[in-house]
């Protein structure tokens, strides 16, 4: 059974630095891309960034380019979501997903953490 568990949201101040973590347990990931996504109340989920974790190339979104940058540790099977320069129009709960890289869709998701930056 597939399970990704992420931590490390909170409250933060604007310009502040923030690191979210994805765990991920269930079956091995080879061949799999891990995405990160958000989503504020009243609005769509937005995509923040994926990386492959075969592979190691990373693709974000528009509005985190350059302050956000997506890793990961094959040993641990956790991937990282590191949050540079944080914004109050960055605060969402966010999730990590996983799909098989000849998919589209998502298929596995996480809870969610809370992240909420301050003016």
């Known amino acids: 059974q597939v399970q990704l568990v992420e931590s490390g949201g909170g409250l933060v101040q604007a310009g502040e630095s923030l690191r979210l973590s994805c765990a991920a347990s269930?079956?091995?990931?080879?061949?799999?891309?891990m995405g990160w996504f958000r989503q504020a109340p009243g609005k769509e989920r937005e995509f923040v960034g994926s990386?492959?974790?075969?592979?190691?190339?990373?693709y974000y979104g528009d509005s985190v380019k350059g302050r956000f940058t997506i890793s990961r540790d094959n040993a641990k099977k956790t991937v990282y979501l590191q949050m540079n320069s944080l914004r109050p129009e960055d605060t969402a709960v966010y999730y990590c997903?996983?799909?098989?890289?000849?998919?589209?869709?998502?298929?596995?998701w996480g809870q969610g953490t809370q992240v909420t930056v301050s003016s």
């Open positions: 997903a996983a799909r098989h890289s000849s998919q589209h869709e998502y298929r596995y």
């Open positions: 990386i492959n974790w075969s592979f190691g190339d990373t």
């Open positions: 269930g079956r091995t990931f080879s061949g799999y891309v």
